[in-house]
């Protein structure tokens, strides 16, 4: 096994696990909502997929590079992966404007994440750096592509955006502890 790079690995370690736990919850989310959207909300079913593909792209990469340092995944993954597939499958019942609302939520907390993961890590750990960096662009355009689903105004979507973000900074909170 290769050694890990020179820096603060422990803290890099500790954020890719909760990265990787999050990807997981991310391709639950997905699957679970292209389970019902085919009822639900049929136009979104490309862009449903298109999305869980790079999610499982994501999770691989922080797979592969917690393997290379010999490190377990986080505590966290099959709280994510339940709440994941929970949170899809509400929200892909509930239609279009659910599920546009529950990725613009998700995807803006998880980019904040990754800017102050990025803003850590750049001096002290350069593979965890290098590997946040790398999912940044397509997680944004999640954020922009479903936020064209959105109302214009709506109390419900207000509320659930409101919710989801709430909860996926509760989520990593509590992997970033475990």
């Not at 292209?34 to 997929?49: D, N």
């Not at 990725?103 to 994440?113: D, F, G, I, K, S």
């Amino acid at each position: 096994m290769l050694s890990p790079p020179r820096g603060d690995t422990e803290a890099g370690s500790r954020m890719l696990k909760v990265d990787h736990a999050g990807e997981h919850g991310a391709v639950q989310i997905y699957a679970a909502q292209l389970m019902v959207a085919r009822w639900t909300a049929p136009q979104l079913l490309p862009l449903l997929r298109e999305f869980q593909a790079h999610e499982t792209g994501h999770r691989a990469r922080f797979e592969a590079e917690l393997r290379r340092r010999g490190v377990r995944r986080c505590r966290s993954f099959l709280l994510c992966a339940a709440g994941g597939w929970v949170l899809g499958l509400i929200t892909g019942l509930c239609g279009r404007s659910a599920i546009a609302a529950t990725t613009v939520a998700v995807e803006r907390v998880v980019l904040r994440h990754l800017e102050h993961q990025m803003a850590v890590l750049r001096n002290v750990d350069s593979a965890a750096y290098e590997a946040v960096a790398a999912i940044v662009a397509e997680e944004q355009a999640h954020h922009d592509e479903l936020a064209r689903y959105l109302p214009r105004s709506g109390f419900w979507t207000a509320g659930l955006e409101l919710v989801v973000g709430a909860s996926t900074e509760a989520v990593i909170w509590l992997g970033m502890r475990l």
